[in-house]
């Protein structure tokens, strides 16, 4: 199990950009055994998957909504992934959750994930 903990949210406005952190605690296994991703879920809307980067960093999947603004990163000396979210929108805004699998697995072509951070909250207005 690894212990997950998000940061960096807040309130900014359309056309800001924003910095989240995601610094995991793994028990006997070692950060970089997990690939790792980034969830959303707006007011009233099911969870939705944003981004995953693999176990090294070289690969990195996107949901096809994130249009090029949002970047998903890791270094695996700090236990930390990031997504680097710039040219905000207000339909951005959403509690966005950090997620880690040990192993590849879609369904319904979204990848799964087993651990889950607690989530922060984004939020943009215009």
């Known amino acids: 199990q690894v212990q997950l903990v998000e940061s960096g949210g807040g309130l900014v406005q359309t056309g800001d950009s924003l910095r989240l952190s995601c610094v995991a605690s793994?028990?006997?296994?070692?950060?970089?055994?997990?690939?790792m991703g980034w969830f959303r879920q707006a007011p009233g809307k099911e969870r939705k998957f944003v981004t995953a980067?693999?176990?090294?960093?070289?690969?990195?999947y996107y949901a096809e909504f994130v249009e090029g603004r949002f970047t998903i990163s890791r270094d695996n000396t700090k236990n930390t992934v990031y997504l680097q979210m710039n040219s905000l929108k207000s339909e951005d805004t959403a509690v966005y959750y950090c997620?880690?699998?040990?192993?590849?697995?879609?369904?319904?072509?979204?990848?799964?994930?087993?651990?889950w951070g607690q989530g922060t909250q984004v939020t943009v207005s215009s």
């Open positions: 997620a880690a699998t040990d192993a590849w697995t879609l369904v319904g072509g979204v990848p799964e994930f087993a651990s």
């Open positions: 793994t028990s006997g296994r070692t950060f970089n055994e997990y690939i």
């Open positions: 980067i693999s176990r090294n960093g070289d690969d990195t």
